[in-house]
C-alpha cells in the first residue's frame, strides 16, 4: 500500500521559515517525479514546486521562486519543501503528490497524494 505522509507544518510569524517533509512507503521515491501542492480555505488547490527523478531540476510557481526549495533524499525515501520568509499569503494545506510527468503543475498528473499538512502564517 502506497502512503505519503507530510510533517512539518504548524504556526509561523511571517517572515519565518519551515521545513515540510513528506515520507514515502509501498514505492521507491527515486521513480518518481515529486511535487508539492497546497490548498487554502475557499480556494482551488494550486502548484506549488515539483522536482524531478533523478535530475534534481526544479520548477517553482512564481508566488513562491526565491523563498521556497524543494529537495529529495532518495535513499531515505523522502521530499522536503524548505519554506522561507513566510507571508500570511502562504497559509493553506499543504500536499505532497508522487507523478510520472517531468516537471508538471498539473495536480492530475500526480497519481499519489499524502494527507496533508496545515501551515498557518500569522502577520
Known amino acids: 500500500q502506497v502512503q505519503l505522509v507530510e510533517s512539518g507544518g504548524g504556526l509561523a510569524q511571517a517572515g519565518g521559515s519551515l521545513r515540510l517533509s513528506c515520507a514515502a512507503s509501498g514505492l521507491t521515491l527515486g521513480g518518481y517525479a515529486m511535487g508539492w501542492f497546497r490548498q487554502a480555505p475557499g480556494k482551488e488547490r494550486e502548484f506549488v514546486a515539483t522536482i524531478a527523478r533523478s535530475s534534481g531540476t526544479t520548477y517553482y510557481a512564481d508566488s513562491v521562486k526565491g523563498r521556497f526549495t524543494i529537495s529529495r533524499d532518495n535513499a531515505k525515501n523522502t521530499v522536503y519543501l524548505q519554506m522561507n520568509n513566510l507571508k500570511p499569503e502562504d497559509t493553506a494545506v499543504y500536499y505532497c503528490?508522487?507523478?510520472?510527468?517531468?516537471?508538471?503543475?498539473?495536480?492530475?498528473?500526480?497519481?499519489?497524494w499524502g494527507q496533508g499538512t496545515q501551515v498557518t502564517v500569522s502577520s
Open positions: 503528490a508522487a507523478g510520472w510527468s517531468v516537471l508538471s503543475r498539473e495536480a492530475y498528473e500526480y497519481g499519489y
